[in-house]
């Protein structure tokens, strides 16, 4: 069964950077996988998305030019780069594969 393991979270100045992992526990070449993001009262939202050999990626306007996803299929992990945080990139982040959910990592961007 499909395993999804999300970390890197934490407590980070605005204008910091993180790098989010999400680790899987089967091996996903041929899969797309996303990372998504709720923010307390907020619904969930995807704020990024690459595709099975990583040569695609999408990104909606609010992060596009600060975070990076990338994969590493040998090790079955794929990243989330988030610089330029900002107060409301605050959010517990998931990543997403094959309609599975990990738990989640909680980034919180504040002074």
């Known amino acids: 069964q499909l395993q999804l393991v999300e970390s890197g979270g934490g407590l980070v100045q605005p204008g910091g950077s993180l790098r989010l992992s999400c680790t899987a526990s089967?091996?996903?070449?041929?899969?797309?996988i996303g990372w998504f993001r709720q923010a307390p009262g907020k619904e969930r939202e995807g704020v990024s998305c690459i595709s099975s050999r990583g040569g695609a990626t999408n990104y909606p306007v609010s992060v596009k030019g600060r975070f990076t996803i990338s994969r590493d299929n040998p090790k079955n992990t794929v990243y989330l780069q988030m610089n330029s945080l900002k107060p409301e990139d605050t959010a517990v982040y998931y990543c997403?594969?094959?309609?599975?959910w990990g738990k989640g990592t909680l980034v919180t961007v504040s002074s």
């Open positions: 997403n594969a094959l309609n599975d």
């Open positions: 089967v091996n996903l070449d041929g899969y797309a």
